[in-house]
């Protein structure tokens, strides 16, 4: 229900947000449509945990208000057994949301972030492009000082060939383009050094069409890539760019942790919300509503700023994950206790 409430809220506003751009760059209805329906998805599974709280301190809230609480606790039932339908109704809505995370928000992403690009931000840049350089196999690293994901061509293009320790051979090229209806890539001013023992051979061409054994989304993966592929997709992708030593680690490892990260702080969040509100106070369903929001908005601000802090440091993903869960769970055993007495 709360989602049913706030998602038709958070389309209205960011539409209003948005028309201008939507309509300057000349959108189609039915993109703008599937637009809204990634929106959605995208948006309920990163607030599901949020939304859940919130529905357990409003619903909780009115059971103490009603006096209901103490009734169920005065006729003898513990606070434990006062607890095991909400952690039912969390079992199921952490289901709901390992599901979200897994399957259908990698496929919501993937159609959010392309619209963004394309419409709403089309001067933005989707990738990093500028000094691209690459382990693209076990043996040969390339570099671009500039490439152009929408036109699939690039300038100093270099490929350095090694066997164990020892440079066999370099490729270079002033402009590097590949040709999708031939499936190669056309090299331009291209030269050629083999190593040798004695001598060096040369091997200079004016253009020249080859193979290599990358596509052009290994050479210059966008910096959305990790959000829009399911978990075993994911975990390949990983291994891959971090064989390859791409920069944006970081950013690839919290989108893998906050899969199974986001399940359990439902639980966390639950306990929490239970314990707040199933005191009755003086100030009714207003009180318990206003402590759940300050609680949620530390938990969301906790969990931006370590997030921020792995994508743009050295700092541990994992840590940054798991962090807030933690501390809130050291929180929600501490309220927990004080709810019982």
């Known amino acids: 229900m709360m989602l049913l409430l706030f998602i038709p809220i958070a389309i209205t506003v960011n539409l209003a947000e948005k028309i201008g ?3 300057e760059n000349e959108a189609p209805f039915n993109e703008v449509v599937e637009y809204y329906l990634n929106f959605t998805i995208y948006f309920a599974h990163l607030l599901f945990p949020l939304f859940l709280f919130l529905s357990v301190i409003w619903f909780t809230s009115k059971l103490a208000n009603n006096t209901e609480v ?13 607890l095991r339908p909400y952690l039912i109704g969390a079992s199921f809505v ?8 897994l399957y259908l928000a990698p496929m919501a992403s993937e159609g959010f972030y392309e619209f963004d690009y394309k419409y709403l931000h089309p001067y933005r840049k989707a990738a990093n492009d500028q000094n691209v350089f690459r382990q693209i196999n076990d043996n040969d690293i390339i570099y671009v000082s500039k490439f ?31 040709i999708e209806e031939d499936s190669v890539y056309r090299l331009t001013n291209y030269f050629k050094r083999t190593i040798g023992e004695v001598d060096d051979e040369l091997h200079p061409q ?4 080859t193979v ?59 306990i929490i919300a239970v314990a707040v509100s199933s ?44 962090f807030p869960n933690f501390i809130f769970g050291i929180l929600a055993i501490y309220l927990l206790q004080n709810a019982k007495r």
């Open 21 to 23: 751009k939507i309509l």
């Open 70 to 82: 103490i009734a169920f606790l005065s006729s003898g039932v513990s606070f434990t057994r006062f």
């Open 94 to 101: 952490a289901f709901l949301a390992l599901i979200l995370g």
């Open 148 to 178: 152009d994901l929408k036109n699939k061509s690039g300038s100093n293009f270099s490929l350095e060939h090694f066997e164990g320790n020892k440079l066999i051979y370099k490729e270079t090229a002033s402009t590097i383009k590949y």
């Open 206 to 209: 004016k253009t020249k069409d």
């Open 212 to 270: 290599f054994s990358f596509d052009i989304e290994d050479l210059v993966p966008v910096n959305y890539e990790a959000e829009t592929k399911m978990y075993g997709e994911l975990k390949r992708f990983i291994d891959k760019e971090e064989k390859r030593g791409s920069e944006n680690m970081g950013r690839f490892k919290l989108v893998l942790y906050r899969k199974w990260s986001l399940p359990v702080s439902v639980f966390i969040l639950t």
């Open 279 to 322: 005191i009755k106070r003086r100030g009714g369903m207003g009180i318990n509503l206003a402590v759940g929001v300050c609680i949620a908005m530390i938990f969301v601000f906790f969990d931006k700023i370590f997030g921020v802090m792995a994508e743009q440091s050295d700092f541990p993903p994992l840590i940054a994950v798991w």
